[in-house]
């Protein structure tokens, strides 16, 4: 089954100018794949569309064959429960614990207190942080904070995950870690979309890869055509 479909897509952002233009591809249940492209190309706009922060101008965005044009109002949340994201700048509440963080898209759900903390000891051992659940954000490393983003956006368990250059602030030793945990999760039902624009790192995790151009979707390259 096909997570994610994009039928010949384009936005134009206001001042008409182009972000994406006729894009057109598919993602199948379980599948990691990678969008890379030099700045400007258009791979955050990409990502917004599918997390419906933004509205394409033409073309339809599938998301498990719904048509996103029909998920309007409340149903933009709900939308949301099934696309965790992952950001740069991990945006943690400073404030908040690193296991309080992670349990935040739980309550919003209204999950038992109990339930909470079980899942959220179990995300947090996945990523490597079972013992560092009471520290503050601000106690943590770049990547270990990259990685509590990561456990909050699995923690509801979504269909798809889309991180924007998730690995922007992070050496290579750490970027190739973060990547070797987005490539464990499909194993348990996630698929996973990554917006790198660096095409180096993208091509050694050996993945399928949109490569868009000025909005233009040029290439779709399978991990076939990248082994040596
Ligand atoms: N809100 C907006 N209003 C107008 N133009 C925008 C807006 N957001 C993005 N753009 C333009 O759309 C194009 C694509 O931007 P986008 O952020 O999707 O590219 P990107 O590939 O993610 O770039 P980067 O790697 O620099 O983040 C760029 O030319 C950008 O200036």
Not at 72 to 97: E, T, W
Not at 138 to 152: C, K, P
């Amino acid at each position: 089954m096909s997570v994610l479909r994009f039928d010949n897509v384009s936005k134009q952002y206001g001042g008409g100018h182009t972000a994406l233009s006729e894009v057109s591809f598919d993602v199948a249940a379980g599948e990691m794949l990678f969008v890379t492209g030099h700045s400007g190309a258009g791979k955050s706009t990409l990502l917004k569309l599918i997390h419906l922060s933004e509205r394409p101008s033409r073309g339809t965005v599938l998301f498990r064959e719904k048509n996103l044009l029909k998920v309007r109002g409340g149903k933009v949340a709900l939308h949301r429960r099934n696309v965790g994201v992952v950001y740069q700048d991990h945006r943690l509440l400073a404030d908040r614990s690193v296991a309080d963080n992670v349990a935040l898209p739980l309550l919003l759900r209204g999950l038992r207190r109990g339930d909470i903390a079980k899942r959220v000891r179990v995300v947090l051992e996945r990523v490597g942080l079972g013992a560092r659940a009471n520290a503050l954000p601000t106690q943590l490393s770049a990547g270990e904070q990259q990685r509590v983003g990561i456990a909050r956006a699995v923690v509801t368990e979504p269909a798809l995950l889309v991180a924007d250059e998730p690995t922007g602030n992070l050496d290579p030793t750490l970027s190739a870690e973060i990547l070797a945990l987005f490539e464990s999760l499909p194993e348990r039902g996630t698929s996973v979309l990554v917006a790198s624009h660096d095409l180096g790192l993208v091509k050694r995790m050996r993945k399928r890869v949109l490569v868009l151009n000025q909005g233009r979707l040029v290439d779709d390259i399978r991990p076939e055509e990248l082994a040596e």
